[in-house]
């Protein structure tokens, strides 16, 4: 198993800012993905963290925007930029050792912007 | 489109009795099906996975099965607690595809 730690734990920002989380794992894993959770829904994938080169993003989802650094195997960042009230939610960082294996979740991160 | 498909209104049992939660799936062909449980304010946390040539899994008092021709997963909970209480989500990946879509969520819960 992973174990994984995000910070912060969670924020409350102003519009118009940007906020960086941060997401580490105890061991080196294969593949790191962020999701954000908006209250009451399920899971979204924003992009897939890829080690030494560009994130890989969903469709609805863009660089500009959630800019992603991936510098090795244990460590990923995601940053919301130019945050609105719609970007309110949880982003949760998950790993795993390849497709068929298991995805272990970090605690997120409960941002809030006014 | 694609769509994952979880019940969207809570399932609520009495303790004791088996809980049985579905996934209906459309527009995709799942190489691998998993199941979470996911309590408020944390992460999901991985229960299950079952791969598209198996029919049913079981862990303990869980039992997964898959039927790629309905399209349809379905997750049995026996002897159910108040403990199993929770938001259970499914999510699936195709081949070559190194991750993981994920339903809505069924929440779950259990009387005494």
């Known amino acids: 198993s992973a174990v994984i730690s995000q910070k912060p734990s969670r924020d409350i920002c102003q519009r118009g800012t940007s906020l960086t989380i941060q997401c580490q794992v105890d061991s080196q894993v294969t593949m790191m993905f962020w999701y954000r959770q908006q209250p009451g829904q399920s899971l979204t994938l924003i992009a897939t963290?890829?080690?030494?080169?560009?994130?890989?993003?969903e469709s609805g989802f863009v660089i500009d925007k959630f800019p992603i650094s991936r510098p090795n195997l244990t460590f990923s960042t995601l940053t919301v930029s130019n945050m609105s009230p719609e970007d309110s939610s949880i982003y949760l960082c998950s790993v795993s050792q390849g497709a068929g294996d298991t995805q272990y979740f970090g605690p997120g991160t409960r941002l809030t912007v006014l | 489109s694609q769509k994952i498909e979880q019940n969207s209104e809570a399932l609520n049992i009495q303790e004791g009795k088996t809980a049985t939660l579905t996934c209906n799936y459309t527009n995709y062909s799942p190489a691998y099906l998993q199941w979470y449980r996911q309590d408020p304010g944390r992460g999901p946390v991985f229960l299950l996975l079952i791969r598209e040539n198996e029919k049913e899994k079981r862990k303990e008092r869980l039992k997964v099965t898959f039927d790629t021709t309905l399209k349809q997963s379905l997750f049995h909970i026996t002897a159910s607690q108040p403990a199993d209480s929770a938001t259970y989500l499914c999510?699936?990946?195709?081949?070559?595809?190194?991750?993981?879509?994920f339903g809505s969520g069924t929440k779950l819960n259990v009387k005494p």
């Open positions: 963290a890829n080690q030494g080169s560009e994130a890989t993003y």
């Open positions: 999510a699936l990946a195709e081949y070559n595809f190194n991750k993981f879509y």
